[in-house]
T-cell receptor, first 112, second 115 residues
């Protein structure tokens, strides 16, 4: 079974603080995607990382793909209440297999 | 509005009922998916359709029956469900050739409660 482990599962911090969440696997991904899901809605794609060591920035969010393409991190600077949500990582194993494999997600709450 | 529309948004059904979930996309995508999202579990892939052909059935019980009449529409037919089937059912679509780069587009889901 190819698993994606996300940590922490829950995180509650004050507005203005920085945070990092992690996504790890023992297997190599062809690519990895991060999604954010708000209550009552489906996940929305934030970013895709493809190359080992790749860093992508989306405003205050920084995504990094591990050199070995087995892990990824999401760092949020100066978190805001609007960042509250469930952050999901999803691995694409490639090789013709269809369907992404998702982690359980990190529930993030930013308190004003 | 994401471009993938799911109906109904909420559904309560008895264990002996038959109901159907509907998913529609007009993004020009050729792959469509059903996922199940339960509390404390990762999203579980149920079915995959590529160009209207089912390419994956992830050991889903036969009380769930998918149907894909064309590349824009996907259904999930439900019958004799169990209370543990209560969950958020998400539909997604993608373009197989660009999935790696652009990911999936998800609908808002159907919140299903089996009583």
């Amino acid at each position: 079974t190819q698993l994606l482990e996300q940590s922490p599962q829950f995180l509650s911090i004050q507005e203005g603080e920085n945070l990092t969440v992690y996504c790890n696997s023992s297997s190599v991904f062809s690519s990895l995607q991060w999604y954010r899901q708000e209550p009552g809605e489906g996940p929305v794609l934030l970013v895709t990382v493809v190359t080992g060591g790749e860093v992508k920035k989306l405003k205050r969010l920084t995504f990094q793909f591990g050199d070995a393409r087995k892990d990824s991190s999401l760092h949020i600077t100066a978190a805001q209440p609007g960042d509250t949500g469930l952050y999901l990582c999803a691995g694409d194993w490639g090789g013709g297999a269809d369907g992404l494999t998702f982690g359980k997600g990190t529930h993030l709450i930013i308190q004003p | 509005e994401t471009g993938v529309t799911q109906t109904p948004r909420h559904l309560v059904m008895g264990m002996t009922n038959k109901k159907s979930l509907k998913c529609e996309q007009h993004l020009g995508h050729n792959a469509m998916y059903w996922y199940k999202q339960s509390a404390k579990k990762p999203l579980e892939l149920m079915f995959v359709y590529n160009f209207k052909e089912q390419t994956e059935n992830n050991s889903v019980p036969s009380r769930f029956s998918p149907e894909c009449p064309n590349s824009s529409h996907l259904f999930l037919h439900l019958h004799t469900l169990q209370p543990e089937d209560s969950a958020l059912y998400l539909c997604a679509s993608s373009q197989p050739t660009t999935r790696t780069r652009y990911g999936y587009t998800f609908g808002s889901g159907t919140r299903l409660t089996v009583v």
